[in-house]
Nanobody, 122 residues
Framework: QVQLVESGGGLVQAGGSLRLSCAASGRSVSTYRMGWFRQAPGKERDFVAAISWNGGITNYADSVRGRFTISRDHAKNTVYLQMNSLKPEDTAVYYC???????????????WGQGTQVTVST
């Protein structure tokens, strides 16, 4: 089994930055694609970013490309999401996920963290 724990969320003003972390434990995630998704109140869980098992390929939602950066540290079994130029519409619960299926859909990820709240104020 894989356990994922997100951290780093919080309240930030528009234009600010946050870095989310996702620490994995249990079974190694070194061979999995890692993804970040987010879910705003009353909305579906949406794809944000993903990184391949070796870090060589990254994918981003159009809404965050150029502002967010996903990275991973195999030695620390941790994945990061650096979020810059944050906007109020980025407010959501952010979830970390691990899997090997479809990159941009929740079905591609069998393992999920509990989520961390990000709130961007105007």
């Amino acid at each position: 089994q894989v356990q994922l724990v997100e951290s780093g969320g919080g309240l930030v003003q528009a234009g600010g930055s946050l870095r989310l972390s996702c620490a994995a434990s249990g079974r190694s995630v070194s061979t999995y694609r890692m993804g970040w998704f987010r879910q705003a109140p009353g909305k579906e869980r949406d794809f944000v970013a993903a990184i391949s098992w070796n870090g060589g390929i990254t994918n981003y939602a159009d809404s965050v490309r150029g502002r967010f950066t996903i990275s991973r540290d195999h030695a620390k079994n941790t994945v990061y999401l650096q979020m810059n130029s944050l906007k109020p519409e980025d407010t959501a619960v952010y979830y970390c996920a691990a899997g090997s299926g479809s990159t941009r859909t929740t079905l591609g990820y069998p393992y999920w963290g509990q989520g961390t709240q990000v709130t961007v104020s105007t």
